[in-house]
T-cell receptor
């Protein structure tokens, strides 16, 4: 069964203080690894899909990278509006579903 | 463009009462549809998925059921709610499950069973 572990559970940053979130996974053949952002009381919002080791994607202050065992979400010079819970999910090559981690809650203080 | 609607946003129901949550998708045909539940501090748990009208697969044995009476409508139901049914329920859709495109989620329903 696919497993996804995210760390840390919570991250408190000062505005401008760059950091990284980790997503470790085990899956039988990776179809895709997904990052979502979730604001309190809202549904997850899609950020990135990574398909193979070595792939990187960027969006504003966020950059996602992928290896064979883990993915990192780098937040560069964060702003308070980057505060949210970031969810990682994987889909195996023979799976119909996405398996999610518990998320990392990021709080950025001005 | 495609949009997904989910309602109600919040719901407080007594134990033993029935439940009906509705989800509709616009702007696409024959979507794959999913119901997830999110508990505090835990990952999203897949409850049901559907690849077509009347086709429902259950992931977890529980007090809930799902139906898909129309192509773009997905309903989550219960005949008698339990306290343990409280949580944040999310509907999602995808074009197909095997393209690696991920899901698009609705805005969620916060269910509190009292």
């Amino acid at each position: 069964e696919d497993q996804v572990t995210q760390s840390p559970e919570a991250l408190r940053l000062q505005e401008g203080e760059s950091s990284s979130l980790n997503c470790s996974y085990t899956v039988s053949g990776l179809r895709g690894l997904f990052w979502y952002r979730q604001d309190p009381g809202k549904g997850p919002e899609f950020l990135f899909t990574l398909y193979s080791a070595g792939e990187e994607k960027e969006k504003e202050r966020l950059k996602a990278t992928l290896t064979k065992k883990e993915s990192f979400l780098h937040i560069t010079a964060p702003k308070p509006e980057d505060s949210a819970t970031y969810l990682c999910a994987v889909q195996g090559s023979n799976d119909y579903k996405l398996s999610f981690g518990a998320g990392t809650t990021v709080t950025v203080r001005a | 463009s495609q949009t997904i609607h989910q309602w109600p946003a919040t719901l407080v129901q007594p134990v033993g009462s029935p439940l009906s949550l509705e989800c509709t998708v616009e702007g696409t045909s024959n979507p794959n549809l999913y119901w997830y539940r999110q508990a505090a501090g835990r990952g999203l748990q897949l409850l049901f998925y559907s690849v077509g009208i009347g086709q429902i697969s259950s992931e977890v044995p529980q007090n809930l059921s799902a139906s898909r009476p129309q192509d773009r409508q997905f309903i989550l139901s219960s005949k008698k709610l339990l306290l343990s049914d409280s949580g944040f329920y999310l509907c999602a859709w995808s074009v197909r499950w095997d393209t690696g495109d991920g899901y698009t989620f609705g805005s969620g329903t916060r269910l509190t069973v009292v």
